[in-house]
């Protein structure tokens, strides 16, 4: 009896740890979506700034 209680009680640390590991690499992921995101916003603001009217 008590072997099974450690056996669901490891179970569960390992269940968390597993959780936490992919919740720190949703938020990595998300970090670097962001940096890539801010970016292409500064490569968009200054192709725009080169564009003049006789580009066009």
């Known amino acids: 009896?008590?072997?099974g209680a450690a056996a669901v009680a490891i179970l569960g640390?390992?269940?968390s740890i597993i959780a936490l590991a992919t919740l720190y690499a949703a938020n990595r992921i998300a970090k670097e979506a962001d940096n890539s995101v801010k970016l292409a916003m500064k490569?968009?603001?200054i192709s725009e700034r080169n564009i003049t009217g006789?580009?066009?």
């Open 1 to 3: 009896m008590i072997y």
């Open 13 to 15: 640390i390992a269940i």
């Open 43 to 45: 490569l968009i603001d």
């Open 54 to 56: 006789k580009d066009l």
